[in-house]
């Protein structure tokens, strides 16, 4: 299995609080994305980043924010929770961006009350 | 928007059938790839297939790609328990950096 690790795998908080969600990576990948799952919806790209500090918006990016410093960690923050971001987050990693396969994180379950 | 849609949303098949699903796109792409998520996990590839290549290979997978029709299928063939998964299509467009998801389709195995 790819390097990467998500935390927290599970998490209920109430509206209006900040989160931040984290992936960690150990291949030393150049991208790594920041997906939501919902139910009919699939996976949508909340953001994305292409080298350190490189970052952009995906097609559902209102809401969140992202930070990259290092290579292998890329932060995602909710700056003000709310319940239409109760879903499940996926983060993942490529090589060479959308050329070759990605690999997934297991997920973070978020509650939103 | 979505760019990938597959169909079925779901399918139910006896083990040792196969399983067909099918994915439409709406722009040009550089290339199309196939995931299987298992309940609960993450997203794990399956296979990739450029817009050059009309099929493609994998164990019991086979992938095809119609450009002209805009259009993918994933065949697996001799169904096992194992199979029942949630399966993606995803599509990458030229000179971009991300990859844009279907709604999925959920494949059941009956043993």
């Known amino acids: 299995d790819a390097g990467i690790t998500q935390s927290p795998r599970h998490k209920v908080t109430e509206t209006g609080t900040p989160v931040t969600l984290r992936c960690h990576q150990t291949e030393n990948h150049r991208y790594m994305y920041w997906y939501r799952q919902d139910p009919g919806h699939g996976l949508r790209l909340i953001h994305y980043s292409y080298g350190v500090k490189d970052t952009d918006k995906g097609e559902v990016s209102d809401g969140y924010s992202v930070s990259r410093s290092k290579t292998e960690d890329f932060l995602l923050t909710l700056e003000s929770a709310t319940s239409s971001q109760t879903s499940v987050y996926f983060c993942a990693i490529s090589g060479q961006g959308s050329s070759t396969e990605a690999f997934f994180g297991q997920g973070t379950r978020l509650t939103v009350v | 928007s979505q760019q990938g849609e597959e169909d079925p949303q779901a399918l139910s098949i006896q083990e040792g059938e196969n399983a067909t699903m099918n994915c439409s796109y709406k722009t040009s792409i550089n290339n199309l790839q196939w995931y299987r998520q298992n309940s609960g996990r993450g997203l794990v590839h399956l296979i990739l297939?450029?817009?050059?290549?009309r099929e493609k290979h994998s164990g019991r997978l086979r992938v095809t790609l119609d450009t002209s029709k805009k259009s993918s299928s994933l065949l697996i063939t001799a169904s096992r328990a194992a199979d029942t998964a949630s399966y993606f299509c995803a599509t990458a467009i030229y000179n971009d950096y991300k990859l844009s998801f279907g709604a999925g389709t959920t494949v059941t195995v009956r043993a």
């Open positions: 297939i450029r817009s050059n290549e």
